[in-house]
Nanobody
Framework: QVRLVESGGGLVQAGGSLRLSCAAS????????MGWFRQAPGKEREFVAT????????AYADSAKGRFTISRENAKNTVYLQMNSLKPEDTGVYYC????????????????????WGQGTQVTVSA
């Protein structure tokens, strides 16, 4: 079992930045691909970014490309999401997710690809 705890959310003005963190604990010896998802009020949860265990591969939603950067520090069992040039439409609850990867370079963009989820952290971007 893996426990994920997100932090770093908050209220920021449009154009500002936030850095989200996700700390993993529990059975962290396996190779986990990690992802960030978000859910706006009244909408379905959607993919934002993912990173392979080796950090060699990343992928982003079109809405995040060029503004968000996902990274990880395996020694700290932590994954990050640096969010720049934030827009009001980025508002939502951001969730961290983990899944045991079939290889160190694998990554996953679908919700169904993940086995473990955090409780989420609220990000609010004001106009």
């Amino acid at each position: 079992q893996v426990r994920l705890v997100e932090s770093g959310g908050g209220l920021v003005q449009a154009g500002g930045s936030l850095r989200l963190s996700c700390a993993a604990s529990g059975r962290t010896a396996s190779r986990y691909a990690m992802g960030w998802f978000r859910q706006a009020p009244g909408k379905e949860r959607e993919f934002v970014a993912t990173i392979s265990w080796s950090a060699s591969n990343t992928a982003y939603a079109d809405s995040a490309k060029g503004r968000f950067t996902i990274s990880r520090e395996n020694a700290k069992n932590t994954v990050y999401l640096q969010m720049n040039s934030l827009k009001p439409e980025d508002t939502g609850v951001y969730y961290c997710a983990a899944t045991v990867a079939r290889s160190g370079t694998a990554y996953y963009t679908g919700l169904n690809g993940y086995d473990y989820w955090g409780q989420g952290t609220q990000v609010t971007v004001s106009a």
